[in-house]
C-alpha cells in the first residue's frame, strides 16, 4: 500500500522531485512558495539520488540555470511565486524558443507589484497567455489538492518533454500552503547519460564524431529560418490541443447552469454546487486540468445543455475570456472573483450566482 | 462524518502544531483531511489561525465561513469567531485574559483553562494538547490510539520520548473542561 503523509502543497512538489527522478531544481526563495527548497534542502536528496539542489542569487539566475541543465536534456526545474516569475519570464520565452523541456512552479499570490503573500490567480493572462515576448505557449497544470502537486511533477515532466517545450504547474497560495494527505507512489530513477542521449538526440551533451553539432539557440535571423521555428511551434501547440487537454467535471451531466474554475476555486466552488443542488438549482463544474491546452471543446459540449456559464476566480477576470471564447455568446457568461488576497468563500458565489442568473 | 473546526489564538500557542496533530490522526482513521493555516506575518504574540476538516468522504471547499466547532484561545479570535460557530455548534475558549465572554444561546458553550493546566503539568508546552483533549472530551472525532498515532507522525522522533507527556496533557485536557451552556 502507498504512504500516506500529510503535506502542503509546496512539500509535496518537493518529495515528488526527489522520487521521479529530477536532475536539479535552481531557485530563490519567495512566500508562499520558500517550502518547496526548505524541503528539498532537508531531505538532502544530492545525497541520495545525486539530485543538485541549488539557491540561486536570483529569479533570473535560476531561470538561466534551469536553461542550461535543459540544454543537456535534463530533467530541470525551478519554482516561484508571482513576483519572481516575472523576472523568469526572458527566461521562458527563450526556453520556448529554443524548445527546452523544464518545469517552472508557480505558486500564485495576490498582485500586481510585490502585492501581497495572500493567494491569487491574477497570473493566468502570464502564464496561460504569454509572460515573455514572442507567440510561445507553456504547458500549464493547475493543481487543486497537495496530492495534485506531487502527481503534476512527473505529468509535466512528461508533456516537456514530449513537446520539448516548458511546462508550468500554476499553483496558488491555497494550494501550497494547505496540508492534505498524500499518497506517495512508485518512484522513478534518474535516467543515465546513456538514456538521456537516447531519448533527447538534440541535447548539447557532447558531440561525436559520427553525428553533426547540436546547436541550441533561440537565436535565428533570418526571417524565414525564424519563420519555420514558429510554425513548428505552433504546430506543437495544435498538437497540444488534440492530445492532451485535461479536465474533470462535477455534477455536469444534468446541468443547467455551469461554473468554470481551476485551481483552489473548483474546490470551493464544489461546494458552491452542492449548496445549488440542496436548493433545487441543477448546477455543474468543469475544472480546467490544463490551461493551456484550454478544454474549450468540453465547455462548447455542454453549451447546449445550459442557461448559464460563470467563470470564478481569484482575479479581476481573465480566464473568463477562454470560458467566453468557448461559449462564442451561445449563453450569457458571468465572472465572479476577489482580489488581493481574498478568498471567494462558497456563500459569495452562491450569492453571486443567483445574482447573475436573476434567481431567488 | 464531517467535522469543520477552526483553532485560533496567539502565536507561539501551538496552534498549528494542535491542528496538525489533529489532522494526522484522522488520516490514522482512515479520514479525509484538510489543513489551512493562515499564514503570512504571523508571529509569536501575533494571531495565528488553522482550519481542520476531518470527513469520510472527499473534501471539496477548505475555505468556510461558518464551523462546527470554534476554539478560541484569546479575546481577538473570541471576538472575531464566535458569530461564526454554526447554530448548535460547539465554542471551546480559554478564559486566561477574557473579558468579554461569549453571549450565544445557541451553541455549547465550554471553558478550557489550559494555561492553568499546561502550569500544573509543569510545562506551558503542553498548552494545545491540553486544549486538543478538551476538544475530543466534547468531540470523540478521533480515537486515541489515533491521537497516539498522529503524536508519533507529526513529533521528529528525537522527542518521541515526550509523547506520554503529550498523552497525560491530552487526558488532563479531558477532565478539566467545563461546560457552561449545553444545548
Redesign the interface.
Known amino acids: 500500500m502507498a504512504e ?1 503523509i ?1 503535506m502542503k502543497g509546496n512539500e509535496a512538489i518537493a518529495c515528488s522531485a526527489i522520487r521521479n527522478g529530477v536532475d536539479g531544481y535552481f531557485g530563490y526563495p519567495i ?2 512558495q520558500s517550502e518547496v527548497m526548505e524541503t528539498l534542502m532537508a531531505e538532502k536528496p544530492w545525497e541520495t539520488t545525486g539530485m543538485v539542489v541549488l539557491q540561486a542569487e536570483s529569479e533570473t539566475a535560476s531561470i538561466n540555470m534551469v536553461y542550461g541543465g535543459a540544454c543537456c536534456g535534463k530533467k530541470v526545474m525551478t519554482s516561484s511565486s508571482s513576483p519572481g516569475i516575472s523576472l523568469m519570464c526572458e527566461g521562458l520565452s527563450y526556453m520556448a524558443g529554443a524548445e527546452l523541456p523544464c518545469l517552472v512552479v508557480n505558486v500564485v499570490r495576490g498582485g500586481p507589484g510585490l502585492g501581497t ?2 493567494p491569487g490567480q491574477g497570473d493566468y493572462y502570464q502564464i496561460v497567455k504569454g509572460g515573455g515576448h514572442g507567440d510561445y505557449r507553456c504547458v500549464v497544470l493547475s493543481p487543486a489538492s497537495a496530492q495534485d502537486m506531487y502527481d503534476f511533477v512527473d505529468k509535466a515532466f512528461d508533456l516537456a518533454f514530449k513537446y520539448r517545450c516548458p511546462a508550468v504547474i500554476l499553483a496558488d ?2 494550494i501550497g ?5 498524500v499518497e506517495i507512489h512508485a518512484t522513478k530513477p534518474r535516467r543515465t547519460n546513456e538514456e538521456i542521449e537516447k531519448t533527447c538526440p538534440w541535447a548539447t551533451v557532447g558531440k561525436r564524431a559520427d553525428r553533426p553539432r547540436n546547436i541550441i539557440t533561440s537565436l535565428a535571423l533570418e526571417s524565414d529560418v525564424q519563420e519555420a521555428t514558429n510554425l513548428r511551434l505552433q504546430a506543437k501547440y495544435r498538437k497540444m490541443e488534440e492530445e492532451d487537454v485535461l479536465y474533470s467535471t462535477y455534477m455536469t451531466e444534468d446541468a443547467e447552469y455551469l461554473f468554470v474554475a481551476y485551481g ?1 476555486m473548483s ?2 466552488v ?2 458552491t454546487v ?1 449548496m445549488l443542488r440542496e436548493n433545487g438549482i441543477k448546477a455543474g463544474l468543469l475544472r480546467p486540468i490544463t490551461l493551456f491546452p484550454f478544454p474549450t471543446k468540453q465547455i462548447q459540449a455542454l453549451v447546449p445543455q445550459i442557461k448559464s456559464a460563470m467563470s470564478i476566480e481569484l482575479s479581476a477576470g481573465q480566464m473568463v475570456d477562454d470560458v467566453r471564447l468557448a461559449v462564442n455568446g451561445a449563453v450569457p457568461v458571468g465572472f465572479y472573483g476577489r482580489l488581493g488576497g481574498n ?1 471567494c ?3 459569495e458565489i452562491f450569492d453571486a450566482f443567483k445574482k447573475f442568473n436573476n434567481l431567488q | 462524518m464531517k467535522e469543520e473546526i477552526i483553532i485560533a489564538g496567539f502565536g507561539g500557542q501551538g496552534v498549528l502544531s494542535m491542528g ?1 496533530i489533529l ?2 490522526s484522522g ?1 490514522m482513521q482512515n479520514l ?6 493562515s ?3 504571523e508571529m509569536r504574540g501575533g494571531t495565528a489561525n488553522v482550519t481542520v476538516i476531518l470527513s469520510d468522504k472527499k ?7 461558518t464551523y462546527d466547532t470554534v476554539i478560541a484561545l484569546n479575546q481577538q479570535s473570541l471576538d472575531k469567531f464566535e458569530s461564526r460557530v454554526k447554530p448548535g455548534g460547539l465554542l471551546i475558549y480559554d478564559p486566561n485574559g477574557i473579558t468579554h465572554l461569549p453571549t450565544r444561546k445557541d451553541i455549547t458553550v465550554c471553558s478550557i483553562a489550559a494555561v492553568d493546566v499546561a502550569a500544573e503539568l509543569g510545562s506551558a508546552k503542553v498548552y494545545n494538547m491540553v486544549v486538543l483533549g478538551a476538544l475530543l472530551q466534547m468531540k470523540p472525532i478521533v480515537e486515541m490510539e489515533n491521537v497516539t498515532k498522529g503524536l508519533m ?2 513529533i521528529p522522533e528525537r522527542y518521541h520520548n515526550l509523547i506520554p507527556m503529550n498523552e497525560a496533557a491530552i487526558e488532563k485536557g479531558k477532565q478539566s473542561i467545563q461546560i457552561l451552556n449545553r444545548i
Do not use: F, H, N
Open positions: 500516506k500529510l512566500t508562499p503573500i495572500q497560495g491555497v500552503q494547505m496540508m492534505e494527505k483552489c474546490r470551493i464544489e461546494t452542492d478568498i468563500t462558497p456563500q | 496538525k489532522a494526522y488520516i479525509e483531511v484538510t489543513w489551512m493555516p499564514y503570512g506575518p473534501i471539496s471547499s477548505p475555505i468556510l465561513t507522525k507529526s
